[in-house]
Structure formats: C-alpha cells, structure tokens
C-alpha cells in the first residue's frame, strides 16, 4: 500500500462543515472578535471538543502562505511590456521577488518561474494570483509549490 501525502489542497466547498466552523473559529479568536474559546465556539456552532480536536489540523490556504518562499508559475505572450506588467503587480501588492527564471519563448509564449517570499502582502495569495492572471498577455498564473 502506497503512503498517503501528509497534506491536501481541498477546495472549501468539498470540506465537511465543522472544518469550516473550526476554521472560522480560529479567525473569530485571531482577530479578537470573540476573547475565549466557549464563546467563540458557541458562536460558530461547535463543541469546545471538536475545536480542540481539529484546531491544529485545519488551517486557510492563505495562512499557509504567510511568511513563506512560494513557487509561482506564469505563462506569459512573447509581447514586450507583458513581463514588466507582471513585476509591477508583485511590487505594488508587497510581493518580494528573489529568483526569476524564464524559458525561451516558444510558439508566441514564455514560461516563466518565480521564487516570491508572502510576508509583505498587502493582499491574500488568491488575490495576488488573480491581479497577475488578469494582466494583458497573461495566459495563466499558478502556485507551483509553497
């Protein structure tokens, strides 16, 4: 029997609702809306046994991403301006930028890899991914590895 990986990538939609409410748990104590675990689990509809067996376990995709190197992959047109385009968003949305690596453009595009350290964010990583896929001569955007 093969191992299983440690982690998964699940989309929200997928997971079972007290993941949900675990999580939302986590954020109403983080953020200082509720000051004890009994009424932030009353809040979100939960028993203080099942935070507490789940709290360590779940985790938003976002907070993975504080303070980490992410692996970026874009695929850019062959156009001029498009990669300065792409730089630019990083830059104003406080994304550093520490290795660049770009293929020879073939068949009109280019693939591009970026090493980009999340701390100075002023955005969720979602965000961050869709400002840079919505740039002219952006042909996809995607987290590679993180």
């Known amino acids: 029997m093969t191992s299983l990986p440690k982690y998964f990538i699940i989309e929200a939609a997928a997971l079972p609702e007290i993941y949900l409410k675990v999580a939302e748990t986590k954020r109403l104590l983080e953020t200082g809306e509720e000051q004890t675990v009994n009424s932030a689990t009353k809040r979100t509809g939960i028993s203080r046994s099942a935070f507490y067996k ?7 995709f976002t907070d993975m991403m504080q303070g980490r190197i992410v692996t970026i992959q874009i695929m850019l047109k062959d156009e001029p301006g498009v990669l300065s385009s792409v730089l630019n968003v990083f830059a104003d949305l406080g994304g550093n930028i520490l290795t660049i690596n770009q293929g020879i453009p073939t068949s009109g595009c280019a693939a591009v890899s970026m090493g980009v350290e999340t701390s100075g964010l002023r955005v969720p990583m979602e965000e961050l991914i869709s400002a840079v896929g919505g740039q002219k001569g952006v042909i996809r955007c995607e987290i590679l590895a993180g």
């Open 54 to 60: 789940y709290k360590d376990a779940v985790r938003p």
